[in-house]
């Protein structure tokens, strides 16, 4: 069946270093592919998404390239802040949006 | 924007009431989903419903009902609480229209504690 499988945490990162949290997937067909992320306390909130191969979704100066060949959506961001500070979900939805599968969550700490 | 909300951000409850959670949406959504999160575990599906009176369990129905009476709201249901049903609980939405991404859009979230 579907899946998502993405790094483990947590992750801590200097303020203005280079993020990268790792997601690959397993589905049939052409799934769209999202990165959530949660804020303490708080629901999940749409950070990006991407609905075909090639597509790079980006939101707030975080990136993300669906990869079929590398079955990959890699969140990627090139300088971090202390307010990005969060846990980071990697999900998919199948093609008749039925089904949503998530990763089990990156927790991300940015220190100063 | 997308509003989803729920109807309490923190509730303490004891063991063996009955228990009811409530999530509204505003945009007309035909899909609805209860979550419930904890730590080490992520995100496990308890129930989701496709269309009013309609429902389909998820990973972990065990102890918990649901229901769909409105479009817009999606109820959960512990029949009889218990203190390992204390956890973050988690709404969300989503459209059926094709052509969608499908993205689901979550609530603030209902922490519960059993006692």
């Known amino acids: 069946g579907d899946s998502v499988t993405q790094m483990e945490g947590p992750v801590t990162l200097s303020e203005e270093a280079f993020l990268t949290i790792n997601c690959t997937y397993t589905?049939?067909?052409?799934?769209?592919l999202f990165w959530y992320v949660q804020y303490p306390g708080e629901g999940l909130q749409l950070l990006l998404k991407?609905?075909?191969?090639?597509d790079k979704g980006s939101n707030k100066g975080f990136e993300a390239t669906y990869r079929k060949e590398t079955t990959s959506f890699h969140l990627e961001k090139g300088s971090v802040q202390v307010s990005d500070s969060a846990v980071y979900f990697c999900?998919?939805?199948?093609?008749?949006?039925?089904?949503?599968?998530f990763g089990t969550g990156t927790s991300l700490t940015v220190i100063p | 924007d997308v509003k989803v909300t729920q109807s309490s951000r923190y509730l303490v409850k004891r063991t063996g009431e009955k228990v009811f959670l409530e999530c509204v949406q505003d945009?007309?959504?035909?899909?609805m989903f209860w979550y419930r999160q904890d730590p080490g575990l992520g995100l496990r599906l308890i129930y989701f419903?496709?269309?009013?009176?309609?429902?389909e369990k998820g990973d972990i129905p065990e102890g918990y009902s649901v229901s769909r009476e409105k479009k817009e709201r999606f109820s959960l249901i512990l029949e009889s609480a218990s203190t390992n049903q204390t956890s973050m609980y988690l709404c969300?939405?989503?459209?059926?229209?094709?052509?969608?991404?499908?993205?689901?859009?979550f609530g603030p979230g209902t922490r519960l504690t059993v006692t």
């Open positions: 969300a939405s989503s459209t059926q229209t094709g052509g969608s991404s499908y993205e689901q859009y």
């Open positions: 589905a049939t067909g052409y799934p769209s």
């Open positions: 991407a609905t075909k191969a090639d």
């Open positions: 999900a998919l939805s199948d093609l008749t949006g039925n089904q949503f599968y």
């Open positions: 945009m007309d959504h035909e899909n």
């Open positions: 419903s496709y269309d009013v009176k309609m429902k």
